[in-house]
């Protein structure tokens, strides 16, 4: 079967994961250009992972007649203006999430994946590519937990990794739509409903800026969906052991648990500390097969021409939800999520 020719716009913290899995760990793919604003960035990955092309402005990569597909792991703030910028450049698109930081452009991403409907579009919410993620919907699909009625789900990120969260804090959308829209999009999934009635709340609690930013350091929101299951999401970035995500999924006949998922593997570590186990160090290698299998799943569906399951409505009914959980943190008022 014919390599898929990928560029890959944006090299930060989870472009350059992106690129290096394209590169070395999807058989179906070829990465052969690179984009970041960074002139030095780009060509310094380029050099380490073989990539012919090199581009500054994703406008000009876009042009190039032998790429099949870009990945855009640029600012959050730019997705919906690359992903229109890819569409009608006749490229297939994988978008890392969320979809944009407005819900005026996540509509902009949908009115271009609509004026293209011969090409796959895919939103990276990972989290449904992890494999304990994937059995677990695979479970509540069988019926073996009955009706959903709770989905409960942590997210923390490490302090460790704070100089890198602080600096990308300005432009990330704040808590609830950089952070929260994973467990937004679990609490989605594993319901099978849309989020009705958000209740956020939250607080500064170590780092000034997000005081600044008019945003919390520690956040979390009581939600109900269309269907009447509850949901609640909590979130940080000051977890002091690695980085944390458990969820719980209580149905009417029985409960599912991806606890203590921050454990690294199954090794016991004993000495005079007492008895530990070691967790994850960051979001990166928490997640890293997961960010291989999602992109896989986006160069099958581009070869055998299926459309994925992660669409571009997820991606704004997501972000509208999370949106209202903001909305309702900055008044302390029980909101209803209108369209
Ligand atoms: N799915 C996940 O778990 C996950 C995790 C982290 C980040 N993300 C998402 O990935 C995206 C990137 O996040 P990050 O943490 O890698 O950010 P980052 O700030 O580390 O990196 C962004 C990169 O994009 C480059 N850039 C900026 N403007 C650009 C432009 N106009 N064109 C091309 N390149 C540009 C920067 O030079 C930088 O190298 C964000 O949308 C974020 O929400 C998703």
Known sequence: MKKIKIGSVGLGRLGYEHACNIANLVPGAELT??????AVRVKEVAAELNVPYTYTDVTEMVKNPELDAIVIVSPSMYHADHIKL??????????????DTTIEKCKQAERAVEAHPDKVFML?????????????????ENGEIGKVVLVRSYTQDPRTTIEGTLKFAPHSGGQFLDMCVHDIDLIR?????DIKKVWGLGGVFEFDLYRELNDADNAAAAVQCENG????????????????VETEIIGTHGTLRIANVGRKNLLQIVDGNGAREEYYPDFLSRWHQAYVNEIKEFVDCINQGRKPGVTVYDGTKVSQAAYRCKESFET??????AD
């Open 33 to 38: 250009s690179l984009c970041d604003v960074d």
């Open 86 to 99: 890819a569409l009608d450049a006749g490229k297939h698109v994988f978008c890392d999430k969320p979809l």
């Open 124 to 140: 990276g919410f990972m989290r449904r590519f992890d494999d304990s993620y994937a059995e677990a919907k695979h479970r509540i």
């Open 189 to 193: 999934w594993f319901t099978g409903s």
């Open 229 to 244: 299951a509850m949901g609640f999401m909590f979130t940080n970035r000051t977890h002091g052991a690695g980085c944390n």
């Open 332 to 337: 302390g008022n029980l909101l209803e999520v």
